[in-house]
Nanobody, 114 residues
């Protein structure tokens, strides 16, 4: 059974930082491209960051220079370090595994507010 379990979300003040983690089981993690997506109320799900099998990364324009995606293949975990958070970063953040099949986590809420 494939499981993607996000953690690390919560409330944070503008300018603050959070680290999201996604623990993965049931797939060959090292063979999958991993990504973080987010969906704010009333908006479509959007790509935040993607990291490929070889470690190359790609970021959405709105988070470039503030967010960093990384992966630990030995632990089967993908991280999203979020810095200089803004209220517009408020959303449910989803972990994604692009393997032969596409898998999604349940999401973790991030709320940026003073």
């Amino acid at each position: 059974q494939v499981q993607l379990a996000e953690s690390g979300g919560g409330p944070v003040q503008p300018g603050g930082s959070l680290r999201l983690s996604c623990s993965v089981s049931g797939i060959i993690f090292s063979l999958c491209t991993m990504g973080w997506y987010r969906q704010a109320p009333g908006k479509q799900r959007e790509n935040v960051a993607v990291i490929s099998r070889d470690g190359s990364t790609n970021y959405g324009d709105s988070v470039k220079g503030r967010f960093t995606i990384s992966r630990d293949n030995a632990k089967a975990v993908v991280y999203l370090d979020m810095n200089k958070l803004k209220p517009e970063d408020t959303a449910v953040y989803y972990c994604n595994a692009q393997c032969v099949t596409n898998y999604w986590g349940q999401g973790t809420q991030v709320t940026v507010s003073s």
